[in-house]
Protein backbone atom coordinates (compact mmCIF):
# COMPACT_ATOMS: atom_id res chain seq x y z
CA UNK A 1 0.00 0.00 0.00
CA UNK A 2 3.12 2.57 0.73
CA UNK A 3 3.84 2.02 -3.02
CA UNK A 4 0.22 2.60 -4.61
CA UNK A 5 0.30 5.64 -6.66
CA UNK A 6 -3.35 6.81 -5.05
CA UNK A 7 -1.53 9.26 -2.61
CA UNK A 8 -4.09 9.18 -0.02
CA UNK A 9 -3.73 5.56 0.61
CA UNK A 10 0.10 5.90 0.79
CA UNK A 11 -0.21 8.32 3.04
CA UNK A 12 -2.60 6.34 5.35
CA UNK A 13 -0.69 3.44 5.06
CA UNK A 14 2.78 5.23 6.15
CA UNK A 15 0.68 6.57 9.32
CA UNK A 16 -0.25 3.49 10.45
CA UNK A 17 3.29 1.87 9.75
CA UNK A 18 5.04 4.80 11.94
CA UNK A 19 2.23 4.20 14.77
CA UNK A 20 3.40 0.59 14.41
CA UNK A 21 7.04 1.33 15.51
CA UNK A 22 6.12 4.08 17.95
CA UNK A 23 3.34 3.30 19.83
CA UNK A 24 5.48 0.93 22.23
CA UNK A 25 7.67 3.92 23.00
CA UNK A 26 4.43 5.80 23.96
CA UNK A 27 3.33 3.10 26.05
CA UNK A 28 6.58 3.42 28.23
CA UNK A 29 6.30 7.32 28.52
CA UNK A 30 2.87 7.46 29.55
CA UNK A 31 3.57 4.33 31.57
CA UNK A 32 5.94 6.87 33.38
CA UNK A 33 3.01 9.32 33.90
CA UNK A 34 1.09 6.69 36.00
CA UNK A 35 1.00 7.89 39.74
CA UNK A 36 -0.76 5.97 42.42
CA UNK A 37 -2.96 7.89 44.36
CA UNK A 38 -2.65 5.60 47.67
CA UNK A 39 -4.30 8.10 50.53
CA UNK A 40 -7.69 10.09 50.53
CA UNK A 41 -5.50 13.29 50.48
CA UNK A 42 -4.11 12.37 47.44
CA UNK A 43 -7.23 11.58 45.54
CA UNK A 44 -8.97 15.11 46.92
CA UNK A 45 -5.42 16.75 46.21
CA UNK A 46 -5.21 15.08 42.11
CA UNK A 47 -9.79 16.61 42.29
CA UNK A 48 -8.50 19.70 43.25
CA UNK A 49 -5.81 20.22 40.81
CA UNK A 50 -8.40 18.86 38.22
CA UNK A 51 -10.63 22.00 38.61
CA UNK A 52 -8.35 24.26 39.12
CA UNK A 53 -6.82 23.45 36.08
CA UNK A 54 -9.88 23.21 34.63
CA UNK A 55 -10.73 27.13 35.20
CA UNK A 56 -7.14 28.22 34.68
CA UNK A 57 -7.25 27.14 31.10
CA UNK A 58 -10.16 28.15 30.35
CA UNK A 59 -9.50 31.69 31.48
CA UNK A 60 -6.10 32.07 30.09
CA UNK A 61 -7.50 30.51 26.48
CA UNK A 62 -10.39 33.45 26.99
CA UNK A 63 -8.17 36.48 28.99
CA UNK A 64 -9.53 38.90 26.47
CA UNK A 65 -13.19 38.87 28.25
CA UNK A 66 -11.08 39.55 31.53
CA UNK A 67 -8.28 41.44 31.18
CA UNK A 68 -8.75 44.74 32.65
CA UNK A 69 -12.20 44.07 32.43
CA UNK A 70 -13.70 47.28 34.59
CA UNK A 71 -15.58 48.38 31.32
CA UNK A 72 -17.43 45.67 31.49
CA UNK A 73 -18.41 46.00 35.40
CA UNK A 74 -22.04 45.74 36.43
CA UNK A 75 -23.81 49.08 37.63
CA UNK A 76 -23.56 50.20 41.22
CA UNK A 77 -26.21 50.08 43.36
CA UNK A 78 -26.55 50.72 47.29
CA UNK A 79 -29.91 50.03 47.51
CA UNK A 80 -29.76 46.91 46.77
CA UNK A 81 -26.59 46.26 49.10
CA UNK A 82 -28.77 47.34 52.07
CA UNK A 83 -31.73 45.33 51.37
CA UNK A 84 -29.48 41.95 51.21
CA UNK A 85 -30.35 39.57 54.40
CA UNK A 86 -28.08 38.65 56.74
CA UNK A 87 -29.01 34.79 56.12
CA UNK A 88 -28.12 35.17 52.35
CA UNK A 89 -25.29 36.79 53.36
CA UNK A 90 -24.10 34.12 55.40
CA UNK A 91 -25.06 31.11 52.69
CA UNK A 92 -22.85 33.33 50.65
CA UNK A 93 -19.64 32.85 52.97
CA UNK A 94 -20.51 29.25 53.71
CA UNK A 95 -19.92 28.79 49.68
CA UNK A 96 -16.37 30.61 49.27
CA UNK A 97 -14.96 28.93 52.42
CA UNK A 98 -15.64 25.73 51.25
CA UNK A 99 -12.10 23.92 51.13
CA UNK A 100 -12.64 23.78 47.36
CA UNK A 101 -13.06 27.59 47.16
CA UNK A 102 -11.46 30.14 48.40
CA UNK A 103 -8.99 28.37 51.60
CA UNK A 104 -6.85 31.30 51.21
CA UNK A 105 -8.62 34.27 53.32
CA UNK A 106 -6.82 37.16 51.18
CA UNK A 107 -8.11 36.06 48.22
CA UNK A 108 -11.70 35.60 49.59
CA UNK A 109 -11.56 38.66 50.89
CA UNK A 110 -11.04 40.74 47.49
CA UNK A 111 -13.54 38.75 45.54
CA UNK A 112 -15.87 39.88 47.95
CA UNK A 113 -14.64 43.27 47.92
CA UNK A 114 -15.19 43.29 43.94
CA UNK A 115 -18.64 41.83 44.02
CA UNK A 116 -19.87 44.26 46.57
CA UNK A 117 -17.94 47.77 44.94
CA UNK A 118 -18.86 46.43 41.31
CA UNK A 119 -21.49 44.56 40.94
CA UNK A 120 -23.69 44.68 43.83
CA UNK A 121 -26.94 44.80 41.92
CA UNK A 122 -26.44 41.04 40.53
CA UNK A 123 -24.44 39.61 43.51
CA UNK A 124 -26.97 36.57 44.15
CA UNK A 125 -25.96 35.87 40.94
CA UNK A 126 -22.42 35.88 41.34
CA UNK A 127 -22.43 33.44 44.27
CA UNK A 128 -24.90 30.94 42.92
CA UNK A 129 -22.34 30.91 39.66
CA UNK A 130 -19.41 30.84 42.20
CA UNK A 131 -20.91 27.55 43.74
CA UNK A 132 -21.35 26.17 40.20
CA UNK A 133 -18.07 26.75 39.07
CA UNK A 134 -15.96 26.09 42.48
CA UNK A 135 -17.96 23.30 44.35
CA UNK A 136 -20.21 21.72 42.02
CA UNK A 137 -19.50 18.18 40.37
CA UNK A 138 -20.98 18.79 36.87
CA UNK A 139 -17.95 20.01 34.60
CA UNK A 140 -20.41 21.25 31.72
CA UNK A 141 -22.53 23.31 34.15
CA UNK A 142 -19.23 24.79 35.78
CA UNK A 143 -17.53 25.64 32.35
CA UNK A 144 -21.26 27.48 31.81
CA UNK A 145 -20.80 29.04 35.03
CA UNK A 146 -17.59 29.90 33.98
CA UNK A 147 -18.38 31.85 30.81
CA UNK A 148 -21.43 33.76 32.34
CA UNK A 149 -18.91 34.65 35.16
CA UNK A 150 -16.87 35.92 32.39
CA UNK A 151 -19.37 37.92 30.46
CA UNK A 152 -21.10 39.48 33.59
CA UNK A 153 -18.57 39.84 36.50
CA UNK A 154 -14.93 39.60 34.45
CA UNK A 155 -12.91 41.32 37.21
CA UNK A 156 -14.34 38.22 39.40
CA UNK A 157 -11.05 35.96 37.61
CA UNK A 158 -8.42 38.22 39.30
CA UNK A 159 -9.06 36.11 42.59
CA UNK A 160 -10.37 33.35 41.43
CA UNK A 161 -6.84 33.03 39.67
CA UNK A 162 -5.10 34.25 42.49
CA UNK A 163 -6.28 31.58 44.86
CA UNK A 164 -5.47 28.73 42.12
CA UNK A 165 -1.84 29.86 42.55
CA UNK A 166 -1.65 29.71 46.15
CA UNK A 167 -3.10 26.63 46.49
CA UNK A 168 -0.97 24.89 43.52
CA UNK A 169 2.33 26.70 44.90
CA UNK A 170 0.96 25.23 48.44
CA UNK A 171 1.01 21.81 47.05
CA UNK A 172 4.61 21.65 46.14
CA UNK A 173 5.70 21.56 50.17
CA UNK A 174 5.04 19.59 52.54
CA UNK A 175 5.92 20.47 56.63
CA UNK A 176 8.01 23.51 54.62
CA UNK A 177 9.51 21.07 52.58
CA UNK A 178 9.18 20.16 49.15
CA UNK A 179 6.65 17.57 48.76
CA UNK A 180 7.87 15.32 45.71
CA UNK A 181 5.10 13.14 45.91
CA UNK A 182 2.55 16.37 44.60
CA UNK A 183 5.60 17.99 42.89
CA UNK A 184 5.06 14.60 40.19
CA UNK A 185 0.89 15.16 40.44
CA UNK A 186 1.68 18.51 38.85
CA UNK A 187 3.94 17.54 36.62
CA UNK A 188 1.92 14.37 35.12
CA UNK A 189 -0.87 16.65 34.75
CA UNK A 190 1.03 19.27 32.98
CA UNK A 191 -0.11 22.05 35.01
CA UNK A 192 3.36 23.91 34.34
CA UNK A 193 2.54 24.18 30.81
CA UNK A 194 -0.62 26.23 31.67
CA UNK A 195 0.79 28.17 33.95
CA UNK A 196 3.92 29.12 31.41
CA UNK A 197 0.97 29.52 28.63
CA UNK A 198 -0.91 32.33 31.72
CA UNK A 199 2.21 34.24 31.77
CA UNK A 200 2.13 34.76 28.25
CA UNK A 201 -1.16 36.51 28.64
CA UNK A 202 -0.97 40.01 27.30
CA UNK A 203 -1.80 42.98 29.99
CA UNK A 204 -1.71 47.00 30.18
CA UNK A 205 1.43 47.45 32.18
CA UNK A 206 0.67 51.03 33.27
CA UNK A 207 -3.12 50.56 34.46
CA UNK A 208 -3.40 46.84 35.29
CA UNK A 209 -2.33 46.56 38.98
CA UNK A 210 -3.56 43.25 39.52
CA UNK A 211 -2.19 41.12 36.79
CA UNK A 212 1.46 41.67 37.89
CA UNK A 213 0.74 39.95 41.56
CA UNK A 214 -0.83 37.04 39.56
CA UNK A 215 2.47 36.95 37.41
CA UNK A 216 4.63 37.05 40.39
CA UNK A 217 2.58 34.30 42.46
CA UNK A 218 2.93 32.17 38.78
CA UNK A 219 6.83 32.65 39.68
CA UNK A 220 6.62 31.72 42.37
CA UNK A 221 5.01 28.53 41.90
CA UNK A 222 7.57 27.49 38.98
CA UNK A 223 10.22 27.92 41.40
CA UNK A 224 8.22 25.92 44.35
CA UNK A 225 7.63 23.65 41.10
CA UNK A 226 11.16 22.75 40.28
CA UNK A 227 12.79 22.96 44.12
CA UNK A 228 15.06 20.11 44.25
CA UNK A 229 13.24 18.40 41.60
CA UNK A 230 15.62 17.39 38.68
CA UNK A 231 13.41 16.03 36.54
CA UNK A 232 10.63 19.09 36.89
CA UNK A 233 13.63 21.05 36.24
CA UNK A 234 14.10 19.24 33.11
CA UNK A 235 11.00 19.92 31.74
CA UNK A 236 10.30 23.61 32.50
CA UNK A 237 13.99 24.00 30.84
CA UNK A 238 12.97 22.19 27.76
CA UNK A 239 10.29 25.63 27.33
CA UNK A 240 13.34 28.15 27.81
CA UNK A 241 13.52 30.80 24.99
CA UNK A 242 15.86 33.91 24.81
CA UNK A 243 13.66 35.27 21.51
CA UNK A 244 12.01 38.27 21.60
CA UNK A 245 8.58 36.44 19.35
CA UNK A 246 9.03 33.49 20.97
CA UNK A 247 5.54 31.73 20.84
CA UNK A 248 3.06 31.45 23.35
CA UNK A 249 3.39 29.14 26.16
CA UNK A 250 7.61 29.33 26.19
CA UNK A 251 9.39 30.97 29.29
CA UNK A 252 10.88 34.47 28.14
CA UNK A 253 14.02 35.81 29.63
CA UNK A 254 13.74 39.80 29.62
CA UNK A 255 13.42 40.58 33.30
CA UNK A 256 14.68 40.25 36.61
CA UNK A 257 11.99 38.13 37.98
CA UNK A 258 12.02 36.16 35.15
CA UNK A 259 15.99 35.17 35.72
CA UNK A 260 15.28 34.35 39.49
CA UNK A 261 13.11 31.66 38.14
CA UNK A 262 15.31 30.59 35.59
CA UNK A 263 17.92 30.10 38.15
CA UNK A 264 15.69 27.81 40.13
CA UNK A 265 15.28 25.55 37.02
CA UNK A 266 19.23 25.21 36.57
CA UNK A 267 20.34 25.50 40.61
CA UNK A 268 21.81 21.76 41.61
CA UNK A 269 21.41 20.35 38.45
CA UNK A 270 24.77 19.68 37.17
CA UNK A 271 23.42 18.14 34.22
CA UNK A 272 21.86 21.58 33.06
CA UNK A 273 24.78 23.40 34.24
CA UNK A 274 27.21 21.49 31.92
CA UNK A 275 24.85 22.12 28.83
CA UNK A 276 23.82 25.29 29.05
CA UNK A 277 24.59 27.17 25.77
CA UNK A 278 26.75 30.17 24.69
CA UNK A 279 23.70 32.01 24.29
CA UNK A 280 21.52 31.89 26.80
CA UNK A 281 24.90 33.10 29.00
CA UNK A 282 25.52 35.91 26.40
CA UNK A 283 21.51 37.02 26.60
CA UNK A 284 22.33 37.39 30.43
CA UNK A 285 25.20 39.58 30.16
CA UNK A 286 23.35 41.64 27.55
CA UNK A 287 20.24 42.10 30.10
CA UNK A 288 22.54 43.72 32.52
CA UNK A 289 24.44 45.93 29.93
CA UNK A 290 21.25 47.11 28.27
CA UNK A 291 18.76 46.80 31.30
CA UNK A 292 20.01 46.70 34.31
CA UNK A 293 22.63 45.74 36.96
CA UNK A 294 21.07 43.50 39.48
CA UNK A 295 22.46 40.59 41.46
CA UNK A 296 19.85 38.95 40.20
CA UNK A 297 21.71 37.89 36.72
CA UNK A 298 25.21 37.51 38.45
CA UNK A 299 23.52 34.39 40.82
CA UNK A 300 22.11 32.66 37.76
CA UNK A 301 25.69 32.87 36.23
CA UNK A 302 26.97 31.70 39.90
CA UNK A 303 24.79 28.94 40.04
CA UNK A 304 26.09 27.49 36.65
CA UNK A 305 29.51 27.35 37.22
CA UNK A 306 29.47 25.33 40.37
CA UNK A 307 27.16 22.84 41.80
CA UNK A 308 27.42 21.48 45.07
CA UNK A 309 30.90 23.05 45.82
CA UNK A 310 32.49 21.58 42.74
CA UNK A 311 33.01 23.30 39.98
CA UNK A 312 31.90 22.68 35.97
CA UNK A 313 35.08 23.43 33.89
CA UNK A 314 33.39 24.43 30.83
CA UNK A 315 30.54 26.69 31.90
CA UNK A 316 33.25 28.51 33.88
CA UNK A 317 35.29 29.09 30.51
CA UNK A 318 31.55 30.57 28.99
CA UNK A 319 30.78 32.83 31.99
CA UNK A 320 34.05 33.95 32.38
CA UNK A 321 34.57 35.08 28.40
CA UNK A 322 31.50 36.96 28.06
CA UNK A 323 32.41 38.87 31.32
CA UNK A 324 35.58 39.81 30.67
CA UNK A 325 34.30 40.93 27.23
CA UNK A 326 31.15 42.74 28.20
CA UNK A 327 31.51 46.82 28.72
CA UNK A 328 32.22 48.48 31.89
CA UNK A 329 28.23 48.58 32.73
CA UNK A 330 28.80 45.18 33.50
CA UNK A 331 32.54 44.90 34.93
CA UNK A 332 31.97 46.98 37.76
CA UNK A 333 35.10 46.96 39.75
CA UNK A 334 36.16 49.74 41.04
CA UNK A 335 40.11 49.28 40.13
CA UNK A 336 41.53 52.43 39.35
CA UNK A 337 41.87 54.96 42.31
CA UNK A 338 38.49 57.19 41.64
CA UNK A 339 36.37 54.52 41.49
CA UNK A 340 38.33 53.38 44.31
CA UNK A 341 36.78 56.40 46.55
CA UNK A 342 33.49 55.89 45.24
CA UNK A 343 33.51 52.37 46.46
CA UNK A 344 34.89 53.17 49.74
CA UNK A 345 31.86 55.43 50.14
CA UNK A 346 29.30 53.18 49.23
CA UNK A 347 30.84 50.46 51.80
CA UNK A 348 30.51 53.69 54.23
CA UNK A 349 26.95 54.37 53.59
CA UNK A 350 25.43 51.02 52.68
CA UNK A 351 22.47 50.05 54.51
CA UNK A 352 22.57 47.04 56.75
CA UNK A 353 20.65 44.89 54.18
CA UNK A 354 21.42 45.30 50.55
CA UNK A 355 18.85 44.36 47.81
CA UNK A 356 19.88 43.03 44.44
CA UNK A 357 19.49 46.17 43.20
CA UNK A 358 21.92 47.76 45.29
CA UNK A 359 25.37 48.82 43.36
CA UNK A 360 27.59 47.10 46.52
CA UNK A 361 25.52 44.03 46.30
CA UNK A 362 25.96 44.08 42.24
CA UNK A 363 29.75 44.26 43.37
CA UNK A 364 30.13 41.77 46.15
CA UNK A 365 28.39 39.19 43.63
CA UNK A 366 30.49 40.50 40.79
CA UNK A 367 33.99 39.52 42.66
CA UNK A 368 32.52 36.20 44.29
CA UNK A 369 31.63 35.08 40.58
CA UNK A 370 34.89 35.64 39.19
CA UNK A 371 36.43 33.52 42.31
CA UNK A 372 33.86 30.61 41.48
CA UNK A 373 35.39 30.88 37.67
CA UNK A 374 38.60 30.51 38.65
CA UNK A 375 38.02 27.58 40.79
CA UNK A 376 39.63 24.47 40.41
CA UNK A 377 42.65 25.21 39.13
CA UNK A 378 41.24 26.68 35.96
CA UNK A 379 44.50 28.09 34.33
CA UNK A 380 42.22 29.61 31.27
CA UNK A 381 39.57 31.22 33.01
CA UNK A 382 42.63 32.28 35.97
CA UNK A 383 44.31 34.80 33.10
CA UNK A 384 41.38 36.01 32.25
CA UNK A 385 39.95 37.19 35.95
CA UNK A 386 43.51 38.27 37.12
CA UNK A 387 43.22 40.69 34.07
CA UNK A 388 40.22 41.78 35.61
CA UNK A 389 41.03 42.24 39.23
CA UNK A 390 44.56 42.74 39.66
CA UNK A 391 46.56 41.73 43.23
CA UNK A 392 47.55 44.88 44.39
CA UNK A 393 43.37 46.17 44.20
CA UNK A 394 42.71 42.70 46.02
CA UNK A 395 45.49 43.38 48.74
CA UNK A 396 44.39 47.23 48.94
CA UNK A 397 40.78 46.56 49.14
CA UNK A 398 40.68 43.77 51.52
CA UNK A 399 43.67 42.41 53.24
CA UNK A 400 45.19 45.98 54.10
CA UNK A 401 41.33 47.06 55.78
CA UNK A 402 41.56 43.76 57.69
CA UNK A 403 45.04 44.37 59.40
CA UNK A 404 44.55 48.14 60.04
CA UNK A 405 41.35 47.37 62.16
CA UNK A 406 41.41 43.46 63.27
CA UNK A 407 45.49 43.88 64.23
CA UNK A 408 46.48 47.49 64.16
CA UNK A 409 43.48 50.21 64.77
CA UNK A 410 42.47 48.29 67.81
CA UNK A 411 41.96 48.23 71.96
CA UNK A 412 41.08 44.27 72.41
CA UNK A 413 43.49 42.22 73.65
CA UNK A 414 44.52 39.53 71.12
CA UNK A 415 47.40 38.63 68.91
CA UNK A 416 49.28 41.37 67.71
CA UNK A 417 50.89 42.09 64.15
CA UNK A 418 54.69 41.14 63.06
CA UNK A 419 56.54 44.10 64.57
CA UNK A 420 57.74 44.38 60.65
CA UNK A 421 54.44 44.68 59.33
CA UNK A 422 53.85 47.74 61.99
Not at 78 to 87: A, P
Not at 249 to 261: C, D, L
Request: overall charge negative; some cysteine.
Amino acid sequence: MTMSDYDLLTSIALKALFRHFTQYQELLDDLKQVQLLVSNDDVENYRQVDRDLFILRNLTEKSELWVQGGGHAGSSSSSSTEKEDQSSKSKQDDTLRHQRAFSNDDSRKVLVEIIDKHYPSIREDCYKLLNILLVGEDRDACSQALQELSDRAPLIAYPIIRQIMVRIKQLCYKEAKPDAMNQQLLRNMRVYEVVLEFLSIPYDKKNDTEMPKLITLSHEFLRSFCKNNRENQNRLHKFVSIEKDAKEGMFRVETVEEVATLNTFFRNNRELCQNVSEELIAHIVNLIEHKSRNATFLEFLSSIVCVFEKEIEATQEKVAQEICAASDEVRQLYVDNASFEQLEEMMRDAPPYLDNGHPLKYHLELVRLLALCTRGKNGSTELKCASELPMDHIVKMAYVQFLLHCYIDTDAEGPQAPPTLV
